[in-house]
């Protein structure tokens, strides 16, 4: 689902009857959709640009120690590098899947004569005509 539609559909459920409160929901829409992971990269763009999952409250006790901020800075930037990768592949996917309907493109010398599609041209129809009845191609 595309994020507008995404949000639309949040602050429909969760608004009042007379919608005069859709304001106030706003950042808890946009906070709810950065921490869901983007299918193309499998990481939420929170944890991508934070690099955590963010802290809602409740946690269990740590048993671990607090990472360095070498690691902490290392963790993160192998995390936006895999999420870049994952992006490029995704890319690849959609351009192969795109290219198996594209033809090659043609090579026109100076001078050719081509026909040129009329629907988007902008030209002074006769009196009296109807551009249904007009040329299709010029």
């Not at 936006?80 to 198996?100: C, P, T, V, Y």
Request: charged letters at 30%.
């Amino acid at each position: 689902m595309s994020q507008p539609r995404e949000i639309e559909t949040y602050l429909r459920i969760w608004c009042n009857d007379t919608q005069k409160d859709w304001s106030e929901w706003l950042a808890i829409a946009e906070f709810s959709i950065n921490i869901k992971p983007a299918s193309a990269t499998g990481v939420s763009p929170y944890k991508l640009s934070h690099g955590r999952i963010p802290n809602f409250g409740v946690s269990p006790r740590r048993t671990g120690r607090n990472e360095s901020l070498e690691e902490f800075r290392s963790r993160l930037i192998a995390a936006q590098k895999e999420a870049a990768a994952a992006i490029r592949h995704a890319n690849e996917l959609m351009k192969k899947q795109s290219d198996k309907h594209r033809r090659p493109a043609r090579n026109f010398e100076i001078a050719q004569k081509v026909w040129l599609e009329s629907t988007n041209l902008n030209y002074k129809m006769p009196k009296g005509a109807t551009k249904k009845f007009m040329p299709r191609r010029v």
